[in-house]
């Protein structure tokens, strides 16, 4: 195989000691297990949180809960000498922990809290009664340690333990009471929480305070936002379906400027959405028989936003 | 002649691969900006290869307005049968992606094209067979005809799986022809025809310079491996023949010459691993670990599948326990193993590099030649 090392060396685009290296890679003088070892690792936390999880839901009568409890909160203990011992003081920047393996100790520990609380609640009676606050608690706990110790996969966990909050607080609530309330006031709560951590996003940078995680609050907060007000659509056509159409070419026009994929396909995609239901809605209620309509918009549409995408592709290009 | 069958320039293939190839040494630190501006300026390359996140909603959104299109253009074209029509669409199809798309735009695997591509030949073999009443060893055959030539021509990694697939799919329906002997020996004859391939792919490796079919042979070593080891997995050959041969077993009751397959299943796995650490090679650490990761799974159906969570909790324990040991143990191995990252995010190289790239050049002013590529 071609050797593009020594072909960028020999036209005297890298030095010798960047060749030298490079060469370490190619002959296998040194050979980096650092991904393989780190993607077993996330696969043991995950068999060993679950396993451990359904051992305690499934002996939750017997004689060892108290022992079981007490082992789920001696790793903790563990855990968090372990994460104290090497962690690095709190830095409103990033902050990077040399050890290879910091970050899954902190999700394993994130996990097991998770656990043990899961399991208070069960064993003592508790979940009726603290529904409303075991999602807070985990919540709290998660953003905690995100920004303690600088983690996004927790930061993820402790956003979408915060919209379970709000989202498991109010229909299985008000079921067990007895009301037969509709669950359409959920996406209200979607279209506020997505809204919300759009501005935390906005605000995380000005402030400059961890303005590393601003890709992660947007990414659900718009999910959440988009979803909520899609869902809202069958409730309120024009008026969600306008206000989506527009807030959605904004985010469009910000995410275009900023050259942002993700986010400009997501905003197109709800204006489509938006856009298509209205259509529908209007060839409905009128008494023509403008279906026929439908057969040219679909193939149209999609064929025209491909090739625009297409004809586009240079404006996305990051070098 | 390979060459000269390619959609693609060959120089703005190579050129392609260079750019990634610095592209990531400059992301990890090791080449310069200066570097990296130098490095795109002298390989300019023509094709448009967008990465995933691009290349997926493209293939969808593509597809999705490919599937409408033959709705609207099938209730123009009603007055003939769908596989008329599709005897039409498919080589438009297929030589407007060609000329027009790859061609003279320059797409390579960028979600667009693929989907041009694939409904092209799906449309011509549509087309081509129909409702028509003939062995499937014949669209085996077609398929993989296609297939091979989507592979050569685009580089398309997955019509090359594809043409796998159906190389062992042939052989099945071979031996399901012949039946009695052939039948029997399935499992090994599949498991010598991808030994085969695999020595094929490596040593065509080791003849070519070429850097642009790099892809390709690693994807057929890789899936060349795993269909070794799939072919005598216990598994895998007691279910299929019950469900694809007829046999009839009870639940405790073991497949004709067992043990042999256990002792393949249980002994492959730890030949790629410790292979692989012999001879220095990611692909059969990398095999070796998922096929081990499966004979795990083969032997706690069978035995041990009355004690569920205790098999994933312990599993899991020792997982977690011995990756910690190994990224402890191998900081810098004999064998040149390492648990750290060659290449990390920082500026700067990892030390453990810069300070074996010092001791080499100490020793010896020229690094030995190797076959193998990076």
């Known amino acids: 195989m071609i050797n593009i090392a020594k072909k960028l060396f020999d036209v005297g685009v890298i030095n010798e000691q960047q060749f030298s290296f490079l060469e370490l890679v190619r002959t296998k003088q040194i050979v980096s297990l650092y991904y393989d070892l780190r993607l077993i690792l996330y696969l043991g936390i995950i068999l060993f949180t679950s396993g451990f999880g359904y051992f305690v839901y499934q002996n939750i009568g017997s004689a060892g809960h108290i022992l079981a409890m007490f082992f789920l909160a001696s790793s903790i203990a563990v855990g968090f000498y372990y994460i104290f011992k090497f962690s690095k003081p709190y830095s409103n920047s990033l902050v990077l922990v040399e050890l290879n393996f910091f970050d899954y100790v902190l999700l394993l520990v994130a996990l097991l809290i998770i656990t043990l609380l899961s399991y208070i609640q069960i064993y003592f009676e508790l979940v009726e009664l603290l529904l409303r606050w075991s999602s807070l608690l985990s919540t709290s706990i998660f953003l905690f340690m995100a920004y303690r110790y600088d983690n996004r996969a927790i930061l993820t966990m402790g956003i979408i333990a915060l919209a379970a909050t709000l989202g498991l607080s109010v229909s299985p609530i008000d079921w067990i009471e007895g009301e037969l309330s509709s669950i359409s006031n959920l996406y209200y709560s979607s279209i506020i929480l997505g809204i919300s951590l759009i501005v935390i996003a906005q605000v995380s940078v000005i402030r400059n305070v961890k303005a590393h995680f601003k890709s992660t609050y947007h990414h659900i907060g718009l999910l959440l936002y988009y979803s909520g007000m899609v869902a809202a659509l069958p409730d309120n056509q024009f008026i969600i379906g306008i206000l989506l159409i527009l807030s959605a070419s904004i985010l469009s026009y910000q995410a275009w400027h900023k050259k942002e994929f993700l986010f400009f396909l997501y905003s197109n995609i709800a204006i489509y959405i938006a856009f298509t239901f209205l259509l529908i809605t209007i060839l409905t209620e009128s008494d023509s028989m403008n279906f026929i309509l439908l057969i040219y918009y679909f193939p149209f549409t999609l064929i025209a936003y491909t090739i625009f995408l297409v004809l586009n592709k240079s404006h996305f290009k990051h070098d | ?374």
Request: glycine share 6%; hydrophobic share 50%.
């Open chain 2, 1 to 374: 002649m390979i060459k000269s069958f390619l959609a693609y320039d060959i120089s703005d293939l190579e050129s392609m691969h260079i750019l990634s190839k610095s592209k990531n040494l400059f992301n990890n630190g090791i080449l310069e900006e200066e570097q990296w501006n130098t490095i795109k300026e002298k390989y300019p390359t023509r094709i448009y290869a967008p990465p995933l996140y691009i290349k997926l909603p493209l293939f969808i959104i593509s597809t999705l307005g490919l599937l409408f299109s033959f709705g609207l253009i099938s209730f123009i074209m009603e007055f003939s049968g769908f596989q008329i029509q599709a005897l039409i669409m498919g080589p438009i199809l297929l030589l407007l992606t060609d000329k027009i798309l790859i061609r003279s735009s320059f797409h390579f695997s960028s979600g667009v094209s693929e989907t041009g591509i694939y409904f092209g030949f799906i449309l011509l073999a549509i087309g081509l067979f129909g409702e028509s009443d003939v062995d499937p060893i014949w669209y085996l055959f077609t398929g993989l005809f296609f297939t091979l030539i989507i592979t050569i021509r685009y580089l398309d990694v997955l019509a090359l799986i594809a043409s796998l697939f159906c190389i062992g799919a042939i052989i099945f329906r071979f031996t399901s022809i012949l039946g009695g002997l052939a039948e029997a020996l399935l499992p090994f004859i599949l498991m010598s025809v991808f030994i085969g391939l695999f020595l094929f792919s490596s040593n065509y490796e080791q003849k070519r310079p070429e850097v642009i079919f790099k892809n390709q042979l690693i994807v057929a070593k890789s899936v060349s491996l795993l269909v070794i080891y799939l072919a005598v997995n216990y598994y895998v050959v007691r279910e299929l023949s019950i469900e694809l041969m007829g046999l009839n077993l009870t639940d405790n009751q073991d497949i004709p010459f067992a043990f042999i397959f256990y002792v393949f299943t249980l002994i492959i796995p730890f030949g790629y691993i410790i292979w692989g650490i012999k001879k220095k090679s990611i692909l059969f650490i990398r095999i070796g670990i998922l096929t081990a990761l499966l004979t795990g799974i083969t032997f706690y159906t069978y035995f041990f599948s009355d004690y569920t969570i205790y098999v994933i909790t312990i599993s899991g324990a020792i997982l977690i326990l011995v990756t910690i040991l190994l990224f402890k143990k191998l900081k810098l191995n004999e064998l040149g193993f390492t648990s750290e990252k060659v290449m990390d995010d920082s500026w700067r190289t990892n030390e453990i590099g810069m300070i074996m790239a010092s001791k080499i050049n100490d020793n010896d002013q020229s690094i030995p030649p190797k076959k193998n590529d990076w």
